[in-house]
């Protein structure tokens, strides 16, 4: 039992050690990552299951659960399925993936248990940290690789109220920031937002579900430009639409290095 132990968290300081070595890189490069991360995209990576020592699984925020509307699961279902298709009688995954959410930043990659450890044990991620299902940000993205866009269907809880009615305006940068800054990190490794641009073009009523469009606008350098929409679910009425500029950031920066 204490020789099994011992094992555990030697394990988690070697793979501490490999995740603070690649923290000093640059950018993330396949060729530094263990062969289970590499055929994942970069947002997925971070969050891999593989390598779990444990035996219990972290909950995944972005399944349906029962607060979920039936405009929410319609939805959900729609993009679910355009990530596996059948060709000649065989399912292969499609040009969509859906991206789980955890709600925590570390804690779930390998090693991360040591990281967070290290840095704020009682961190949660800020859109994952209302435990009471549909009081807050239930979200679910769903990635197009080959189109390099994303489509977020989101539907918004009563504690994010604004304007009476409403959703507030900072819940919906919050969910803008956190879809464009997904995209980005799928496409370009870590970054941070460097600027966010913003037009509340009309209300979200709460309680509703929308759909957050973001797509690549372009790369130059370590900047990364992502064009943004939030839209009724049936498309038709512009809520809000927003740029966001990511730069490729050293992680040791967040170490202030
Ligand atoms: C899975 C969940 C995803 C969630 C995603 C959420 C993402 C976030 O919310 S991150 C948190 C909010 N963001 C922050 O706290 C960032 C704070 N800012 C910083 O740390 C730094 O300013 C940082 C990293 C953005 C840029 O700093 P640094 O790497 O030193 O870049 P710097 O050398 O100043 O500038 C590089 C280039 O970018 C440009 N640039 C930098 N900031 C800006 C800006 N705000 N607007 C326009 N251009 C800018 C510079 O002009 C420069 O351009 P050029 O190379 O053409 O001269």
Redesign the pocket.
């Known amino acids: 039992m204490l020789r099994q132990g011992l094992y555990v968290v030697r394990g988690l300081y070697r793979d501490g050690l490999k995740l603070i070595r690649l923290a000093g890189q640059q950018s993330f490069n396949r060729a530094h990552l263990p062969a289970s991360y590499c055929h994942q995209p970069i ?1 997925v990576r971070a969050l891999t299951m593989s390598s779990w020592p444990f035996s219990s699984k972290p909950r995944d925020y972005s399944l349906p659960n029962e607060s979920w509307s039936p405009e929410m699961q319609k939805l959900y279902d729609h993009y679910n399925a355009l990530c596996e298709v059948e060709e000649e009688g065989e399912k292969k995954r499609g040009a969509w993936w859906r991206l789980p959410s955890y709600n925590r ?1 570390l804690k779930y990659a390998t090693g991360g248990r040591c990281l967070s450890k290290l840095l704020q044990a009682k961190a949660r991620l800020f859109t994952r940290n209302i435990e009471e299902p549909g009081a807050g940000f239930e979200y679910v993205v769903f990635l197009n690789k080959p189109e390099k866009s994303c489509v977020c269907v989101f539907q918004a809880g009563h504690l994010l109220e604004g304007p009476p009615g409403h959703v507030h305006g900072g819940a919906i940068a919050t969910m803008i ?2 879809v464009t ?2 995209l980005a ?1 799928y496409l370009s490794g870590p970054v ?4 966010l641009n913003m037009n509340y073009r009309s209300p979200i009523p709460l309680g509703s579900v929308v759909l957050v469009h973001c797509a690549l606008e372009k790369v130059e ?3 990364t430009f992502i064009s943004c929409r939030v839209t009724s679910s049936d498309r038709a009425k512009l809520h809000t639409d927003a740029t966001g ?1 990511f ?1 490729t ?1 050293n992680v040791g ?1 967040l170490f202030g290095a």
Request: charged share 15%.
């Open positions: 947002g930043t920031d956190s800054g997904t990190t941070m937002t460097a600027n350098g370590r900047k500029l730069l950031i920066h």
